[in-house]
Nanobody, 126 residues
Framework: QVQLVESGGGLVQAGGSLRLSCAAS????????MGWFRQAPGKEREFVAR????????YYADSVLGRFTISRDNAKNTVYLQMNSLKPDDTAVYYC???????????????????WGQGTQVTVSS
C-alpha cells in the first residue's frame, strides 16, 4: 500500500511558476512509475506527466511539453512537478499517482495507476 500526499498548489498569475510535490509513505517510490494528472471542473481527468523512478525517464503530455518538468528524489521518496509559463488552461486539481509497472509505456490513463493522492488545487489567473 502506498500513501501519496500532494502539496504546493496555489494561485498564480499567468506566466508564473509553481512546484508541486508528491510525498509517499508505505512503500518506496524507487520501483514505481509515478504520474501526474489533472482535472478541471466539468472535465475528465487528464494525463500530464510520468516518470520511471528507476531510470528517471520522463514522459509528457503535448500540452505541457517544454513548460513542465517531472523529477524524483528517491532518497526523499518524493516526486515533483515543476510548472513554468503557466496558463489559465492549466487551472485544475492536480493529482499524483503510482503505477507498480515502472517500465510500462503508454500509461496515460488513470486506470493504469493503483494509488492516488488527494489532489492539490492550482489556479492560474489571466
Amino acid at each position: 500500500q502506498v500513501q501519496l500526499v500532494e502539496s504546493g498548489g496555489g494561485l498564480v498569475q499567468a506566466g508564473g511558476s509553481l512546484r508541486l510535490s508528491c510525498a509517499a509513505s508505505g512503500r518506496t517510490l524507487s520501483t514505481y512509475g509515478m504520474g501526474w494528472f489533472r482535472q478541471a471542473p466539468g472535465k475528465e481527468r487528464e494525463f500530464v506527466a510520468r516518470i520511471n523512478c528507476i531510470t528517471g525517464s520522463p514522459y509528457y503530455a503535448d500540452s505541457v511539453l517544454g513548460r513542465f518538468t517531472i523529477s524524483r528524489d528517491n532518497a526523499k521518496n518524493t516526486v515533483y512537478l515543476q510548472m513554468n509559463s503557466l496558463k489559465p488552461d492549466d487551472t485544475a486539481v492536480y493529482y499524483c499517482a503510482a503505477d507498480p509497472n515502472p517500465y510500462a509505456t503508454g500509461r496515460v490513463y488513470h486506470t493504469d495507476y493503483d494509488y492516488w493522492g488527494q489532489g492539490t488545487q492550482v489556479t492560474v489567473s489571466s
